[in-house]
């Protein structure tokens, strides 16, 4: 999958959790800009998951601040 189908996949998985309806780029923060606290950012990567049928370790989760960083790991992931 390439990093554009991947990112428009993300997408469509953190529509729910943006409650707020900040508009999304790779720079956007799951913290700060999202607001996202740690039982939504527990659900969010359990969907991406299953969605993309990988595993993404705490030690990656914790490296993990933006949307473009997720994206490319989730790439990375699926290599």
Do not use: Y
Not at 27 to 39: M, R
Not at 64 to 69: D, N, P, V
């Amino acid at each position: 999958m390439t990093r554009e189908a991947t990112a428009e996949t993300i997408l469509r998985l953190i529509e729910p959790f943006n409650k707020k309806g900040v508009a999304i780029a790779d720079a956007t923060s799951f913290a700060g800009d999202l607001e996202f606290d740690s039982l939504t950012v527990m659900d969010f990567v359990a969907a991406i998951e299953d969605e993309f049928d990988i595993i993404i370790s705490m030690n990656q989760q914790a490296e993990i601040e933006t949307f473009g960083q997720l994206v490319d790991a989730v790439v990375k992931l699926q290599a």
